[in-house]
T-cell receptor, first 113, second 112 residues
Framework: DGGITQSPKYLFRKEGQNVTLSCEQN?????MYWYRQDPGQGLRLIYY???????QKGDIAEGYSVSREKKESFPLTVTSAQKNPTAFYLC????????????FGDGTRLSIL | QKEVEQNSGPLSVPEGAIASLNCTYS??????FFWYRQYSGKSPELIMF????GDKEDGRFTAQLNKASQYVSLLIRDSQPSDSATYLC????????????FGTGTRLQVTL
Protein backbone atom coordinates (compact mmCIF):
# COMPACT_ATOMS: atom_id res chain seq x y z
CA ASP A 1 0.00 0.00 0.00
CA GLY A 2 1.21 3.50 -0.76
CA GLY A 3 1.69 5.77 2.17
CA ILE A 4 3.91 7.60 4.61
CA THR A 5 5.71 5.76 7.38
CA GLN A 6 6.95 7.58 10.44
CA SER A 7 9.07 5.96 13.10
CA PRO A 8 9.28 5.56 15.96
CA LYS A 9 5.75 6.08 17.23
CA TYR A 10 7.04 7.24 20.63
CA LEU A 11 10.45 8.72 21.40
CA PHE A 12 12.06 9.92 24.60
CA ARG A 13 14.91 12.42 24.65
CA LYS A 14 17.40 13.03 27.41
CA GLU A 15 18.72 16.50 28.14
CA GLY A 16 21.46 17.52 25.71
CA GLN A 17 20.68 14.72 23.28
CA ASN A 18 19.93 14.94 19.57
CA VAL A 19 17.25 12.61 18.27
CA THR A 20 16.20 11.80 14.70
CA LEU A 21 12.67 11.11 13.52
CA SER A 22 12.26 9.04 10.41
CA CYS A 23 9.84 9.71 7.55
CA GLU A 24 9.61 7.54 4.44
CA GLN A 25 7.06 7.77 1.61
CA ASN A 26 6.34 5.53 -1.37
CA UNK A 27 3.83 7.86 -3.04
CA UNK A 28 6.46 9.23 -5.46
CA UNK A 29 5.78 12.73 -4.14
CA UNK A 30 8.34 15.46 -4.72
CA UNK A 31 7.38 17.62 -1.73
CA MET A 32 7.72 16.61 1.92
CA TYR A 33 6.98 18.48 5.13
CA TRP A 34 7.52 18.37 8.89
CA TYR A 35 4.99 19.85 11.31
CA ARG A 36 4.90 20.20 15.05
CA GLN A 37 1.62 20.07 16.97
CA ASP A 38 1.32 20.98 20.64
CA PRO A 39 -1.71 19.87 22.69
CA GLY A 40 -4.85 21.72 21.62
CA GLN A 41 -2.92 23.69 19.01
CA GLY A 42 -2.77 23.81 15.23
CA LEU A 43 0.00 22.59 12.92
CA ARG A 44 3.21 24.59 12.77
CA LEU A 45 5.54 24.09 9.82
CA ILE A 46 9.15 23.26 10.75
CA TYR A 47 10.82 22.50 7.41
CA TYR A 48 9.75 21.52 3.92
CA UNK A 49 11.43 20.20 0.82
CA UNK A 50 10.19 20.50 -2.74
CA UNK A 51 12.96 18.48 -4.36
CA UNK A 52 15.88 16.21 -3.46
CA UNK A 53 18.89 18.02 -1.95
CA UNK A 54 16.89 21.17 -1.28
CA UNK A 55 14.79 22.29 1.70
CA GLN A 56 13.43 25.49 3.21
CA LYS A 57 12.80 26.65 6.75
CA GLY A 58 9.24 26.87 7.91
CA ASP A 59 7.86 29.01 10.71
CA ILE A 60 9.66 27.32 13.62
CA ALA A 61 12.92 25.88 12.25
CA GLU A 62 15.18 26.88 15.16
CA GLY A 63 16.51 23.84 17.02
CA TYR A 64 15.71 21.45 14.16
CA SER A 65 17.59 20.17 11.12
CA VAL A 66 16.64 18.07 8.09
CA SER A 67 18.17 16.38 5.07
CA ARG A 68 16.73 15.26 1.75
CA GLU A 69 19.20 12.91 0.12
CA LYS A 70 16.54 10.64 -1.40
CA LYS A 71 13.11 11.41 -2.79
CA GLU A 72 11.52 8.89 -0.45
CA SER A 73 13.11 10.06 2.80
CA PHE A 74 13.01 13.27 4.85
CA PRO A 75 14.42 12.72 8.37
CA LEU A 76 14.07 15.38 11.05
CA THR A 77 16.68 15.86 13.78
CA VAL A 78 15.59 17.54 16.99
CA THR A 79 18.79 19.04 18.38
CA SER A 80 19.70 19.87 21.96
CA ALA A 81 19.18 23.53 21.01
CA GLN A 82 15.43 22.88 20.92
CA LYS A 83 14.60 23.55 24.56
CA ASN A 84 10.96 22.53 24.47
CA PRO A 85 10.79 19.53 22.13
CA THR A 86 7.83 17.74 23.71
CA ALA A 87 5.17 17.61 20.97
CA PHE A 88 3.49 15.50 18.31
CA TYR A 89 5.53 15.54 15.08
CA LEU A 90 3.83 14.97 11.76
CA CYS A 91 5.43 14.26 8.41
CA UNK A 92 3.51 14.85 5.17
CA UNK A 93 4.06 14.62 1.44
CA UNK A 94 2.34 16.07 -1.59
CA UNK A 95 2.39 15.99 -5.38
CA UNK A 96 3.16 19.08 -7.42
CA UNK A 97 -0.28 19.86 -8.87
CA UNK A 98 -2.18 22.65 -7.09
CA UNK A 99 -5.21 20.45 -6.46
CA UNK A 100 -3.28 17.64 -4.81
CA UNK A 101 -3.70 17.30 -1.04
CA UNK A 102 -1.05 16.62 1.55
CA UNK A 103 -0.97 13.11 2.96
CA PHE A 104 0.16 12.62 6.54
CA GLY A 105 2.01 9.89 8.37
CA ASP A 106 0.77 8.60 11.73
CA GLY A 107 3.08 10.87 13.70
CA THR A 108 5.81 10.56 16.32
CA ARG A 109 5.20 11.62 19.90
CA LEU A 110 8.39 13.03 21.46
CA SER A 111 8.81 13.53 25.19
CA ILE A 112 11.62 14.68 27.48
CA LEU A 113 12.98 12.20 30.02
CA GLN B 1 -4.89 38.99 10.07
CA LYS B 2 -4.20 35.28 9.97
CA GLU B 3 -3.92 33.74 6.51
CA VAL B 4 -6.51 31.04 7.25
CA GLU B 5 -9.05 31.60 10.01
CA GLN B 6 -11.39 29.16 11.70
CA ASN B 7 -13.53 29.42 14.80
CA SER B 8 -11.90 27.16 17.38
CA GLY B 9 -15.24 26.02 18.82
CA PRO B 10 -16.32 23.74 20.25
CA LEU B 11 -19.25 23.55 17.87
CA SER B 12 -21.88 21.36 19.45
CA VAL B 13 -24.62 19.77 17.32
CA PRO B 14 -27.13 17.02 18.16
CA GLU B 15 -26.91 13.66 16.45
CA GLY B 16 -28.66 13.72 13.09
CA ALA B 17 -28.32 17.49 12.62
CA ILE B 18 -26.27 19.37 10.03
CA ALA B 19 -22.89 20.65 11.21
CA SER B 20 -21.57 23.72 9.41
CA LEU B 21 -17.86 24.50 9.65
CA ASN B 22 -16.46 27.72 8.24
CA CYS B 23 -13.10 28.96 7.06
CA THR B 24 -11.96 32.31 5.67
CA TYR B 25 -8.68 33.03 3.92
CA SER B 26 -6.78 36.21 3.17
CA UNK B 27 -5.00 35.51 -0.15
CA UNK B 28 -7.46 36.28 -2.96
CA UNK B 29 -5.30 34.29 -5.39
CA UNK B 30 -5.65 31.03 -3.44
CA UNK B 31 -6.23 28.12 -5.77
CA UNK B 32 -7.29 25.04 -3.84
CA PHE B 33 -8.88 24.26 -0.50
CA PHE B 34 -8.81 21.16 1.65
CA TRP B 35 -10.70 19.88 4.67
CA TYR B 36 -9.01 17.46 7.06
CA ARG B 37 -10.43 15.65 10.07
CA GLN B 38 -8.20 15.00 13.07
CA TYR B 39 -9.20 12.78 15.95
CA SER B 40 -7.52 13.43 19.28
CA GLY B 41 -4.00 11.98 19.29
CA LYS B 42 -4.15 11.00 15.61
CA SER B 43 -2.85 12.50 12.39
CA PRO B 44 -5.07 14.54 10.03
CA GLU B 45 -6.95 12.65 7.33
CA LEU B 46 -8.27 14.23 4.15
CA ILE B 47 -12.06 14.54 3.85
CA MET B 48 -12.52 16.68 0.77
CA PHE B 49 -10.89 19.19 -1.51
CA UNK B 50 -12.42 21.84 -3.74
CA UNK B 51 -11.01 24.35 -6.23
CA UNK B 52 -14.01 25.62 -8.20
CA UNK B 53 -16.68 28.00 -6.94
CA GLY B 54 -19.82 26.27 -5.80
CA ASP B 55 -20.62 23.04 -4.01
CA LYS B 56 -18.95 19.65 -4.07
CA GLU B 57 -20.67 16.70 -2.45
CA ASP B 58 -19.22 13.39 -1.22
CA GLY B 59 -21.60 11.24 0.79
CA ARG B 60 -22.63 13.14 3.93
CA PHE B 61 -20.06 15.86 3.30
CA THR B 62 -20.45 18.98 1.16
CA ALA B 63 -17.70 21.53 0.60
CA GLN B 64 -18.74 25.01 -0.48
CA LEU B 65 -16.39 27.58 -2.00
CA ASN B 66 -17.04 31.28 -2.57
CA LYS B 67 -13.88 32.89 -3.92
CA ALA B 68 -15.44 36.36 -4.11
CA SER B 69 -16.08 36.28 -0.36
CA GLN B 70 -12.87 34.28 0.33
CA TYR B 71 -14.87 31.72 2.22
CA VAL B 72 -14.94 27.94 2.25
CA SER B 73 -17.23 25.78 4.34
CA LEU B 74 -17.83 22.13 5.15
CA LEU B 75 -21.32 20.80 5.81
CA ILE B 76 -21.79 17.44 7.51
CA ARG B 77 -25.29 16.04 7.14
CA ASP B 78 -26.81 13.52 9.56
CA SER B 79 -24.00 14.15 12.05
CA GLN B 80 -22.86 11.10 14.02
CA PRO B 81 -20.96 10.87 17.30
CA SER B 82 -18.06 9.45 15.27
CA ASP B 83 -17.83 12.83 13.49
CA SER B 84 -16.67 14.40 16.77
CA ALA B 85 -13.16 15.61 15.95
CA THR B 86 -11.19 18.72 15.02
CA TYR B 87 -11.65 19.87 11.42
CA LEU B 88 -8.73 21.64 9.76
CA CYS B 89 -9.08 23.92 6.76
CA UNK B 90 -6.02 24.17 4.48
CA UNK B 91 -5.38 26.52 1.58
CA UNK B 92 -2.94 26.41 -1.31
CA UNK B 93 -2.24 30.11 -1.55
CA UNK B 94 -1.22 31.79 -4.76
CA UNK B 95 2.52 31.62 -5.37
CA UNK B 96 3.08 28.76 -2.95
CA UNK B 97 2.74 25.89 -5.33
CA UNK B 98 3.69 23.18 -2.92
CA UNK B 99 2.84 24.61 0.49
CA UNK B 100 -0.51 24.45 2.23
CA UNK B 101 -1.44 26.91 4.95
CA PHE B 102 -3.54 25.40 7.73
CA GLY B 103 -6.09 27.00 9.99
CA THR B 104 -5.99 26.13 13.68
CA GLY B 105 -9.09 23.95 13.39
CA THR B 106 -12.66 23.83 14.69
CA ARG B 107 -13.56 21.24 17.32
CA LEU B 108 -16.90 19.56 16.58
CA GLN B 109 -18.88 17.74 19.25
CA VAL B 110 -21.86 15.64 18.17
CA THR B 111 -24.12 15.00 21.14
CA LEU B 112 -26.48 12.06 21.63
Amino acid sequence: DGGITQSPKYLFRKEGQNVTLSCEQNLNHDAMYWYRQDPGQGLRLIYYSQIVNDFQKGDIAEGYSVSREKKESFPLTVTSAQKNPTAFYLCASRGTRFYQPQHFGDGTRLSIL
Amino acid sequence: QKEVEQNSGPLSVPEGAIASLNCTYSDRGSQSFFWYRQYSGKSPELIMFIYSNGDKEDGRFTAQLNKASQYVSLLIRDSQPSDSATYLCAVNANGTASKLTFGTGTRLQVTL
